[in-house]
Structures are given as C-alpha cells and as structure tokens.
C-alpha cells in the first residue's frame, strides 16, 4: 500500500513539472544535477550537453561533428556559479577530450612555462632577483645564442617581465626560448610532473632547428644589479632525464626540405601536453583554491596580477614593448570568440588566454569575462586543420576551419552562457586591470 501512494505521489510529482512554463525550467536549468560524462573505452570523454549544443548549429558545426575524429576536435567547457560569498564552484563539460590522442600544442606550451619561470624566481628570492632584475644570457654550446640587450623594453635591458609581456601579448617565439633556458629542461619537466601533468613534456625551443642533443643542454645565465653586480649565475645546464618512448605521428606524409616523405611525420621528440593539463593549468592561474594543491604555481599575489595584465591586454595597448595595431591588431591571438577578425574590440569583454597554431593545430585555452553583462567561464579547444595530410608543406586550413571553427564555438558558449540562469552572478573586481593605455 506504502508504495502504490508513493507511485502515485511520484507520478503527480512529474506531471507538476511538467506543466511548468518554459521560463520556470530555464531559470532552474543551472541547479539540475550534471549528468555523468561519458568515457569510452579509449578513455575519450564526452558529456551529452556539448554534443546537442554543438547539433542546435549545424550552420557552423555539421562538418565538426562528422570529422571530430579526423580533425581531432577536443574542447572543454567550464560553468562557473559563485556561492554567497563569492567562491567560484566550477562544472566542467567535455567533448571529445582524450589525454592519450597526440596533438602538437604549439605556443600553449609558453603558459606554464612563463608561470614556472615566475616560480622559480620566487624559489630564488634570497640572491635579491626578481621578474625586473637584467638577465644577460650567455652562450656555451653548439645552437646557443647570447642576449646582452632588449630593443623592445624602456631602458634596453632583458629581463623576465619583458619576456613573458611579449610571450602573453603576441606569443613571441625567442622570449619562450629565454625562459626555456633560464628554466633549464629538467627544472622545467619536473615540476610538471610533480603537479600532476604527468603527460606533458616540453622538450625543445621553439622555431629553432637543434638537436635533441642541444635541446638538453641550456645557456648560462648571470642576474645583474643595478651596478652591473652579479646577483645569481647559473652555469651550462645538461638534462640527464631519460623520458619514456613515445610513438606519436601526424599526417600521411611530410616534407623534410624540399623532399616529400610518404610516411606520418614523427613527433615523438616534439613537445606534448594535453588540452585537459592546459585546462586545469588556467584554471589554477585563475582560482587556485579550485586544483589540488599540488597542482598549484608557488606565485605571489603580484605575480598573478601582472600574469592577468598581459593575458588579457590587447597588443596595441602595450607601451612596452610597442606593437603597431596593423600587425598586432586588439583579437591578436585571441581565437576562441573573434577568431581571425580585425579591427577593434570592445573593452568590456577581455580574455585571458594562449593560443597556439603549427602543424595544422589550431589551439585556445581561455576564462573569458563580460564586465557589462557580468559572466565569467572557461573554454578549451583545439582543432586540427591539415585536410591534404601533409606536413611542412604551410599548407594549413587555419582561415577556411580553424579560424571559423574556434569564432563560432566562442559566440555559442559565450551566448549560452549569457543566458543561464546563475543563483548569484560573480564579483569580477580582481580581474578589472589597469592597461598601459
């Protein structure tokens, strides 16, 4: 008897429900338990919302759903809905998303490299060096080059902000390298490693040809005082570490000069890290409290906030270094919502990222905030844009789907978001910079 009034109590229950105004169900949508994320047996994972979110745009997405696999489409989509007090309680949704399936991360690697050189400086505060002491670079092994000045700071002198402004502003290929080898290759893995990246592996410069050999060993490296005083030195530093064999190859073929190779290109020497480390890597620059501790950078409070300036600064607001608005217009490197667009953007909107493209992979890591309409959340994507199969040939799709691709997705989250329902809509103080102009 218990349990037919129980049945029955259940059944009116659902038909109450289901009379509610289409208002009533949107404005409960976000408190509505998340479904579990599917995992395949490859270990790919995919939530439900995402997919019938991408299907509602077949204008934009019908060939991404067809090629998920080919193009190796992975994104990562996190809710954020503050509690009373303000603490952020994250939702993450998938798409995709498998840590085993090789991609080429490209710039991305700059992110944790440039939170890792601020950690290492901290570990070094004793010697009296910081982000704006001078770093002379020196030169000691085959393929190295010397830094004694920077053209594009105030004074001339080469330092770790300068470097790491010009890796968030506009992605600068030898300013990675510098941290690269202030860093040192082992220092570098290793502590990635300990936070839990355990995939990751950043192994090499960036737009320079050098031999695994001469990736190992990094430059000597002197910190200087106002009086030219040396502070700190480091000398030649070789890595030892012996990382696992990898089998990891793109494409069906590949130039090697003017040669084509009619075999996948080997990226097993090149560097890796998954889309999903990406992810968690922005969310502990963002809300550290929300990854484990270990996964967390050793970062000052000023440290975060000179990251979050430069992240979110659009190139032509920069002083130093100065960038011309025709070559580094304000989207420069900010894929996910503006995709290739020019021109100017508006202010209230400000996304701090890094984005990366090489080999046909097209890439974006991004907590992306509306001060107007007062919303915040996180987006990860990445694409493979390489239709012919063949690499080395700079014959890429970036314009006609990555670009597109990474422009669309941007609009439909950001709109989706617009308007969810939120319980309590954040206080977004912290991230409000103040640019150089």
């Known amino acids: 008897m218990k349990n037919s009034n129980a049945g029955i109590y259940l059944i009116l229950v659902l038909i109450s429900l289901l009379s509610c105004n289409p208002v009533k169900k949107m404005q409960t949508e976000s408190i509505i338990p998340k479904t579990p994320t599917m995992v395949l047996p490859d270990g790919t994972k995919t939530?439900?919302?995402l997919e019938n979110l991408l299907k509602k745009y077949p204008q934009y997405f019908d060939s991404i759903l067809v090629h998920r696999?080919?193009?190796?489409?992975?994104?990562?989509?996190?809710?954020?809905?503050?509690?009373?007090?303000?603490l952020p309680k994250l939702t993450n949704y998938y798409f995709n998303v498998n840590v085993a399936r090789y991609f080429y991360p490209a710039s991305t690697v700059k992110l944790p490299t440039a939170l890792l050189a601020l950690q290492k400086l901290n570990e070094l505060k004793a010697t009296g060096i910081n982000r704006n002491t001078?770093?002379?670079t020196e030169s000691a092994y085959s393929g190295q080059t010397a830094v004694f000045n920077d053209p594009l700071t105030s004074d001339g002198r080469p330092t770790i902000a300068s470097y790491i402004k010009k890796i968030l502003l506009v992605?600068?290929?030898?300013?990675?390298?510098?941290?690269?080898e202030f860093l040192g290759q082992e220092y570098l893995n290793d502590q990635l490693h300990k936070k839990g990246y355990e995939e990751a592996e950043i192994v090499h410069r960036l737009q320079i040809a050098l031999s695994e050999d001469e990736n190992r060993h990094t430059n000597p490296i002197k910190f200087l005082d106002a009086n030219n005083n040396?502070?700190?030195?480091?000398p030649l530093v070789f890595n030892q570490t012996k990382y696992a064999v990898r089998n990891d190859s793109l494409g069906k073929a590949f130039y090697r000069g003017d040669e084509l190779v009619n075999t996948p290109m080997n990226f097993s020497k090149k560097n890796r890290i998954s889309i999903e480390s990406l992810h968690t890597i922005l969310r502990s620059?963002?809300?550290p409290n929300t990854v484990l501790a270990k996964q967390r950078f050793n970062l000052t409070p000023d440290d975060y906030k000179f990251v979050y300036q430069y992240m979110s600064q659009f190139p032509p607001e920069s002083t130093f270094p100065p960038y011309d608005s025709a070559t580094y217009y304000d989207a420069y490197g900010k894929n996910l919502?503006?995709?290739?667009?020019?021109?100017?953007?508006?202010?209230?909107?400000?996304?701090?990222?890094?984005?990366?493209?090489?080999?046909?992979h097209l890439l974006d890591i991004a907590y992306i905030v509306d001060f107007d309409k007062n919303i915040e959340f996180f987006l990860s994507a990445e694409i493979y844009c390489n239709k012919?199969?063949?690499?080395?040939?700079d014959k890429y799709d970036y314009e006609t789907i990555g670009y597109p691709f990474m422009k669309n997705l941007g609009k439909v989250i950001y709109d989706y978001d617009v308007n969810r329902k939120r319980a309590h809509y954040p206080d977004l103080s912290s991230f409000k910079m103040v640019y150089d102009k």
Request: aromatic letters at 12%.
């Open 285 to 287: 620059l963002i809300f």
């Open 388 to 393: 012919d199969g063949v690499m080395n040939d």
């Open 134 to 136: 001078t770093m002379i």
């Open 69 to 86: 696999k080919d193009w190796n489409v992975q994104i990562i989509y996190t809710q954020i809905d503050r509690g009373k007090n303000n």
């Open 230 to 234: 040396i502070l700190y030195q480091q």
């Open 171 to 180: 992605s600068d290929n030898d300013a990675m390298n510098r941290l690269y």
């Open 337 to 360: 919502l503006y995709g290739a667009q020019r021109g100017s953007m508006p202010k209230n909107i400000r996304i701090f990222n890094k984005e990366g493209d090489a080999y046909g």
């Open 47 to 49: 939530d439900a919302f």
